[in-house]
């Protein structure tokens, strides 16, 4: 299982509603504005019958008062008044410093007739006729760009949302890394440090050699996983070494560790130099790591095989098993922090040799191919010293 799943789906589903929320918001502020365009244009057909009323000479008997009332009260809708051929006659709720120019006033009607259809205005029986063009105000083109600005604002949060989550994550992987690696070293120091104090009393008694021999070993053992532990966090030394011997010792250990039923082979190379910058205690930790992966891969009965490759700038370290393979969306994902399929375990394997190759060794470390039932190669890709 993957402990950080749960976060990732919160987040896909915050995306998600994020984006439903800039969609029905884009929805309905579209709606308003198509509204509010009618109402617009109801208003301009009224002031164009006003105009036209307050036009008539043949009945003089008509109360102009609601005429020149609505004609007045127009007082943020842009509008023009022009005769049958577009002359303008005059003017209202346009730029008044621009509106001197007559240049602006022409790019003004220019941008009405394209934005919408001119109001006709008969007067005198069809005798005269008027024009009223005009624009939308000032309230509906902010209504219009509105829902893009809210879009663009929710977006740019949550951006910095993602990246603060990330930044979130990162950090405490690293916590969890550091953490783990010095507490781990601290508890194994001190039984280290007394076991030692035993074996050196045991060789001077002469007594129960057999038994300090092997004492000693695993006490090798302890020091070497200390040394593990405590350089997590800090940046390696890397020196130039075999890395044939590194691998022939880290197979050696695992056999002795394996079931009998799997086969865990070393292919030397002996045609180029295998020597590469390396930190030999945690690179032997990344190939037992992958090869105790690809041991918990074969069920039963199978064969492990490490092979070094050359090509023109890397040595590539391959190792090869026969187990239950990976399907390719998993690729890149096993070497995520808790990602295992085992029961018991935190999944930070592959991740901590993820993190010693790229990081420290700056090489890369990939699932080179893979098939569900057939096996999989694992390749760490590490970069030849320049000659």
């Known amino acids: 299982m993957n402990i950080y799943t749960h976060k990732r789906r919160y987040k896909i589903a915050i995306i998600g509603l994020a984006i439903l929320i800039s969609i029905l918001s884009l929805g309905y502020s579209n709606f308003l504005v198509e509204k509010l365009s009618e109402q617009e244009r109801k208003r301009v057909e009224l002031f164009a019958e006003a ?16 005429v020149s009332e609505v004609i007045t009260r127009n007082d943020n809708i842009p509008v023009i008044l022009t005769n049958e051929n577009d002359s303008i006659i005059s003017h209202k709720n346009l730029n008044e410093r621009k509106a001197v120019n007559p240049e602006y006033l022409k790019r003004r009607l220019s941008q009405m007739k394209e934005k919408h259809d001119p109001v006709i205005i008969d007067i005198l029986n069809g005798k005269i006729e008027r024009r009223v063009y005009y624009d939308d105000s000032t309230l509906l083109s902010m209504l219009f760009w509105f829902p893009f600005v809210q879009i663009g604002i929710f977006g740019l949060f949550i951006l910095m949302a993602y990246m603060a989550f990330s930044a979130s994550r990162r950090a405490e992987q690293n916590q969890v890394w550091v953490g783990m690696s010095k507490e781990t070293a601290h508890q194994l120091g001190t039984p280290i440090s007394s076991l030692i104090a035993w074996v050196e009393l045991m060789k ?11 004492m000693q070993a695993d006490l090798s053992r302890l020091e070497t996983i200390v040394e593990r532990f405590s350089k997590v966090g800090a940046r390696p030394v890397l020196k130039p070494t075999d890395i044939d011997q590194v691998l022939a010792n880290s197979v050696a250990y695992m056999k002795r560790r394996a079931s009998t039923q799997i ?30 992966n690809a041991i918990d891969a074969i069920e039963r009965k199978g064969t492990i ?22 399907s390719r969306t998993k690729f890149k994902r096993i070497f995520q922090p808790g990602i295992t399929t085992k029961q018991r375990g935190w999944g930070l394997g592959l991740s901590l040799s993820k993190r010693i190759i790229n990081d420290y060794h700056k090489g890369n470390i990939f699932v080179k191919w893979s098939e569900p039932g057939k096996g999989t190669v694992i390749r760490i890709e590490l970069k030849r010293p320049i000659d």
Request: glycine share 2%; net charge negative; hydrophobic share 35%.
């Open 305 to 326: 095989k490490i092979s070094v490759v050359h090509d023109k700038k890397h040595l590539n370290v391959d190792i090869e098993d026969t187990g239950k393979g990976i």
């Open 263 to 292: 086969e865990i082979n070393y292919i030397k190379n002996e045609s180029d130099s295998n020597i590469v910058p390396l930190n030999k205690a945690l690179f032997s930790w990344v190939i037992e790591n992958v090869i105790k």
């Open 51 to 66: 105009t036209r009323r307050f036009a008539q000479t043949d009945n003089m008997n008509e109360d102009l008062t609601f």
């Open 204 to 214: 001077a008694e002469q007594k129960c050699h057999e038994y300090a021999d092997e």
